[in-house]
Each structure stands twice: as structure tokens, then as C-alpha cells.
């Protein structure tokens, strides 16, 4: 089965600056997606950025930037020139490629990652 | 273009009672999945459906369903509440192309068993 864990339960950063919030993965599929979700007090969850594993690139929107290390199983979330906006729980999900029934609406999540961002 | 709607937002139960859960999906979107987020286990996802047929299941007791409708939106059940089941329930809404994996949530239902 595969599992997700972020390490840091809680983060915090200055307006401005930049912060990188961890995840690693366990996974014997090649064919996969990684995805960082955020979840602001509303509790509605909004996807920030995916990672097709299959790219080397790392993927980019806007502020917000991966570190994908796909052999060492590291998917890193950073977030440059913070904004208060940004403070939210930050959740580091992992999807199945196309494998069929067992890939359907399902991801799987990590612990998440709770930032506050600091006047 | 509408997001994807959960009724009601807050409910409270007792134990023992059964309690039924609505999702509405952005238009389009023919697949509707459902997750539960506690503190303790974080999100987990309880199961799939796609054009009326339940595609994937997650590792919870019987006493969790769901169905969907002729028009995409989905219900989910919880019957003979424990106070474990008290959670955040999410769902969210896609194509339900296999290819297109991005999850559109909704704001969740908030579930209290007293």
C-alpha cells in the first residue's frame, strides 16, 4: 500500500520570505501523481500544484514550486515571497496512474502540514 | 461556474442514528468521491462513484454507503452512528476520465455523534 508522510506538523514563515514544507512517499508504481492541496479555515480543499511522475521536470504556479525527487521518493512544496493568504494546512497527496478500478477518485494523504504566515 | 456544493454544512446525531450526507458536483462532472477527515486518522478515502456505479471502495465498515444519481449528485449514508464517525466528510467532483485526476472539493459536512 502506499503511504504518504509529512514530517512537520507545523511550520511557520515571515510575509515575504520563502518556506519549504516536506513530503516523502512509499510507492512501488512508476506511473503515479503527487499533488499538494490547501486547506484554509473555510475546510475547503484547493489544489495548489500536481506532479506527474513521469515528468523530471519540476512543476511550477506561480509563487509555489516542487522539488520532486522521484528516486529518493521526495516531493518538497516551496512557497516563495509568502503572503498571509498562504496560511492554511498544507496536504501532500499521492495518486495511482491509470491502473485501473483501484485509481478512481482516490488519493491518499499525508498527515499535512500546518503553516502560519507571520506579519 | 458553481463549485462543488455539500448539505448541510454542521449536523449533530446521536448515537445509534443514521445520518445521510449531500454532494452536488460542478456541472459536467460525472464522478463523485467522499472522504472522511479526522484528527487522528486524517483523510480517508471511503469510495467512488461514476455515472451511478460505485468504481472504488475505501476500508470502512458496511455501514457507510453512498449512491449517486441520474444527475451526478451523490448522497452518502452513515447508519447506527458511533461516536468515532464524527469527522469532517468531503467529497469531491471530476471528469472521471482516469487521465484527468484533478479533484474539485467541496467545503465538507462537519458531523458531530454525541
Known amino acids: 500500500a502506499q503511504t504518504v508522510t509529512q514530517s512537520q506538523p507545523e511550520m511557520s514563515v515571515q510575509e515575504a520570505e520563502t518556506v519549504t514544507l516536506s513530503c516523502t512517499y512509499d510507492t512501488s508504481e512508476s506511473d503515479y501523481y503527487l499533488f499538494w492541496y490547501k486547506q484554509p479555515p473555510s475546510r475547503q480543499m484547493i489544489l495548489v500544484i500536481r506532479?506527474?511522475?513521469?515528468?523530471?521536470q519540476n512543476a511550477t504556479e506561480n509563487r509555489f514550486s516542487v522539488n520532486f525527487q522521484k528516486a529518493a521518493k521526495s516531493f518538497s512544496l516551496k512557497i516563495s515571497d509568502s503572503q498571509l493568504g498562504d496560511a492554511a494546512m498544507y496536504f501532500c497527496a499521492y495518486r495511482r496512474g491509470n491502473a485501473g478500478g483501484t485509481s478512481y477518485g482516490k488519493l491518499t494523504f499525508g498527515q499535512g502540514t500546518i503553516l502560519t504566515v507571520h506579519p | 461556474k458553481a463549485g462543488v456544493t455539500q448539505t448541510p454544512r454542521y449536523l449533530i446525531k446521536t448515537r445509534g442514528q443514521q445520518v445521510t450526507l449531500s454532494c452536488s458536483p460542478i456541472s459536467g462532472h460525472r464522478s463523485v468521491s467522499w472522504y472522511q477527515q479526522t484528527p487522528g486518522q486524517g483523510l480517508q478515502f471511503l469510495f467512488e462513484?461514476?455515472?451511478?456505479?460505485?468504481?472504488n471502495k475505501g476500508n470502512f465498515p458496511g455501514r457507510f454507503s453512498g449512491r449517486q444519481f441520474s444527475n451526478s449528485r451523490s448522497e452518502m449514508n452513515v447508519s447506527t452512528l458511533e461516536l468515532g464517525d464524527s469527522a469532517l466528510y468531503l467529497c469531491?467532483?471530476?471528469?472521471?476520465?482516469?487521465?484527468?485526476?484533478?479533484?474539485?472539493f467541496g467545503s465538507g459536512t462537519q458531523l458531530s455523534v454525541l
Open positions: 506532479q506527474e511522475a513521469y515528468k523530471q
Open positions: 469531491a467532483s471530476s471528469w472521471g476520465d482516469v487521465t484527468n485526476e484533478k479533484l474539485f
Open positions: 462513484y461514476f455515472s451511478e456505479t460505485q468504481r
